[in-house]
């Protein structure tokens, strides 16, 4: 009995070591500097037809980080929502082939991941607030009526947007997701994808994502280029409490799609 109890405590002093090596090297992993946030508040603000690449857009009290261009043409206008874990800068091939083709683009960080717009709580992630986010950069860039274009959980938002207001709104492209009605419930238990619950247990998703030098966050990206990998870490490390922003966006999002859903049907 004492060898198994010998065992059974250096078990639990094994992982309790490695529980600390976990939330340490998660620690060094961290830009406790705001190094991110920093670059992007010396952004320039927007200037209609005159901007061009990376700037501020104020709207409903807040800052969002954006890409924009063609701005100066004459073009239709297109807006762009990104996925998770990701930024506009996944984007940036699209917007060059729309500016060319005539477009005017706007592609912006959503609440979250622009660190001028992170507030604090559940309730500022919901869907409604996400879609009224879009309309608000849309009227401040002077696009009354754009092609909508979104991918992953912006997708999601993009979809609610054609149903709060769908005279702004010409065209929809969802890349990846498909109509909410086609989902299922997302209260149901059966219809949560695993990984947001995994990120609805607080602390536990955003310390393993950083441990031992990102391994995990890396490994996400692990297909992407270089640039995408620089810029993606850079607002993903800017301490924990950014990463749980963004989890909090994705478990409010979560939530929201069953109302979604229902109101399809």
Do not use: C
């Not at 004492?2 to 961290?30: E, T």
């Not at 061009?52 to 261009?69: Q, S």
Request: no cysteine; aromatic share 8%.
């Amino acid at each position: 009995m004492r060898i198994v109890i010998g065992i059974i405590g250096s078990m639990l002093g094994l992982i309790v070591v490695l529980l600390l090596v976990l939330l340490v090297s998660a620690g060094l992993s961290l830009d406790h500097e705001f190094e991110h946030t920093s670059r992007t508040e010396a952004l320039p603000l927007l200037v209609l037809g005159v901007s061009d690449g990376l700037v501020r857009i104020p709207a409903r009290g807040m800052m969002f980080r954006a890409r924009v261009a063609g701005l100066e043409q004459d073009g239709p206008a297109v807006i762009m929502l990104h996925g998770f874990p990701e930024t506009s800068m996944m984007w940036e091939p699209l917007i060059e082939e729309a500016v060319a083709a005539g477009f005017q683009v706007v592609a912006f960080d959503q609440r979250g991941y622009s660190p001028g717009a992170r507030p604090d709580g559940v309730e500022p992630y919901e869907l409604s607030e996400v879609v009224a986010d879009l309309f608000a950069v849309a009227s401040a860039v002077g696009m009354e009526r754009f092609h909508l274009v979104a991918h992953d959980w912006g997708s999601i938002a993009g979809w609610l947007a054609t149903k709060e207001n769908p005279d702004r709104i010409l065209s929809y492209a969802s890349l990846s997701i498909p109509h909410p009605s086609t989902i299922g419930a997302a209260n149901a238990a059966d219809s949560i994808p695993s990984y947001i619950r995994f990120f609805q247990r607080p602390g536990l998703a955003e310390r393993l994502l950083f441990a031992l030098d990102s391994r995990l966050l890396r490994g996400m990206y692990s297909e992407m280029p270089p640039d995408l990998l620089t810029e993606y870490l850079a607002v993903f490390s800017e301490t924990v409490q950014v990463v749980q922003v963004v989890m909090t966006h994705l478990v409010a999002q979560a939530n929201s799609l069953g109302e979604i859903h229902d109101s399809a049907e």
